[in-house]
């Protein structure tokens, strides 16, 4: 099934703060025709890579990271916020476009040389992936992709992990 998955996004102007046009994907989720083409999409991305697990990002990226597990057959670890998480964690601090974050992971959550799709709903300057993929090494595993929703292609985010597979079902080329 293909359907045109751009036009299910709904742009909020000055959201989080002013000046940042949010890329909305929840019509998406919404609407169950948009809903299976992008898991069906972000699976045949994913399925020759073999991952052990998917990587699901808060909070979006935990709707379809749950799905891409299920139809991948594989197991879906959680990035969170800080102090979200009940046990033991590790953490990575990363930079947005309008201030700094952090994001942590159980540290019992894979094993060395597990294979790790991340994935979240949207790709800007790469700052989130890129904490994402430093979580991931901390624990000894490897990234094997990267997939998104929507990607900010005018903010440059791929270019920071031009050695790892990345996909996205739609990218917007300008503000």
């Known amino acids: 099934m293909t359907i045109d998955l751009a036009s299910y996004l709904r742009d909020v102007p000055d959201f989080p703060s002013e000046g940042i046009t949010f890329k909305d994907i929840t019509p998406l989720l919404e609407a169950p025709e948009a809903l299976a ?3 069906e999409q972000l699976a045949a991305f994913a399925s020759p890579l073999r991952p052990d697990y998917i990587m699901g990002a808060e909070s979006r990226g935990f709707i379809l990271g749950g799905a891409l597990a299920h139809q991948l057959g594989c197991g879906l670890v959680l ?3 800080p ?3 009940p046990r033991a964690t590790i953490r990575a601090e990363y930079e947005l476009e309008y201030g700094t974050d952090a ?3 159980h540290a019992d ?6 294979r790790v799709l991340i994935h979240d709903d949207l790709l800007a300057t790469g700052g989130t992936a890129q904490a994402k993929l430093d979580l991931v090494k901390q624990l ?3 990234v094997v992709g990267l997939a998104f929703i929507v990607e900010l292609s005018f903010l440059g985010g791929r270019d920071r992990f031009s050695s790892i597979p990345l996909h996205s079902l739609v990218q917007v080329q300008s503000e």
């Open 37 to 39: 083409c992008a898991i």
């Open 79 to 81: 990035a969170r916020k």
């Open 83 to 85: 102090g979200k998480l």
């Open 103 to 105: 994001l942590e992971l």
């Open 109 to 114: 959550s894979m094993r060395p040389g597990s």
């Open 140 to 142: 000894g595993a490897e």
